[in-house]
């Protein structure tokens, strides 16, 4: 069982709100990731970190903002939501390795801006 | 990361032995390669990773050619509850995000 944890789970909230995305994990592991995926397409890559104060933009542009303060948390902040930020938005992290290393999945945040 | 190319789609029945091929023309001597499922609604599973040769495990095969320059998925006797999305990803070390590509979309029918 991955010890990765997001929440909420499910968030509705109205155009313009600031929100947090929360994601901590309890395995150590020095790389985490935010990931953005609507219903039947591709997994998008919008930040990563490789370890405490690092932080980079992954490959899909996004308006949100992310911290990495602590080893165990990586929070998602989108300043003022807006109904195009309506996504699925999944948590990961995974070891520094030199060689192959397996990526674990949060239950992911289902965000709704109406 | 190295360039992953995968089919879109695969279509199965219950029972039949699956195997999804991946092209990684670019893979780097250091790369391993993984597979990960993902049903909908749900973040990406490891399945199996591998280096080179042949890799088991309760779930699937990894088939890795001398050359590494591709890989095969193997899905023994695949059930209704195979029905996923399977990504192929090569490199994951040191600095390098995890970025996943499109995919293939295996549908098994009854």
């Known amino acids: 069982e991955a010890d990765i944890y997001q929440t909420p789970r499910y968030l509705v909230i109205g155009t313009g709100k600031k929100i947090t995305l929360e994601c901590s994990q309890t395995?150590?592991?020095?790389?985490m990731y935010w990931y953005q995926q609507d219903p039947g397409m591709e997994l998008h890559l919008i930040h990563y970190?490789?370890?405490?104060?690092?932080?980079e933009k992954g490959d899909l542009s996004s308006e949100s903002t992310v911290s990495r303060i602590r080893t165990e948390h990586f929070p998602l902040t989108l300043e003022s939501a807006r109904p195009s930020h309506t996504s699925q938005y999944l948590c990961?992290?995974?070891?520094?390795?030199?060689?192959?290393?397996?990526?674990?999945f949060g239950q992911g945040t289902r965000l709704t801006v109406v | 990361l190295a360039k992953t190319t995968q089919p879109i789609s695969m279509d199965s029945y219950e029972g039949q032995e699956v195997n999804i091929t991946c092209s990684h023309n670019n893979i780097a001597t250091n790369d391993y390669i993984t597979w990960y499922q993902q049903f909908p609604s749900q973040g990406p599973r490891f399945i199996i990773q591998?280096?080179?040769t042949k890799v088991t495990n309760e779930v699937a095969s990894l088939f890795i050619p001398a050359d590494r320059k591709s890989s095969t998925l193997s899905l023994p006797r695949v059930s209704l509850s195979d029905t996923a999305v399977y990504y192929c990803l090569v490199g994951n070390t040191g600095r390098r995000a995890l970025t996943f590509g499109s995919g293939t979309r295996l549908q098994v029918q009854p």
């Open positions: 591998g280096y080179k």
């Open positions: 970190s490789y370890g405490v104060n690092s932080t």
């Open positions: 395995m150590g592991h020095d790389k």
């Open positions: 990961a992290s995974s070891e520094w390795a030199g060689s192959g290393t397996e990526a674990f």
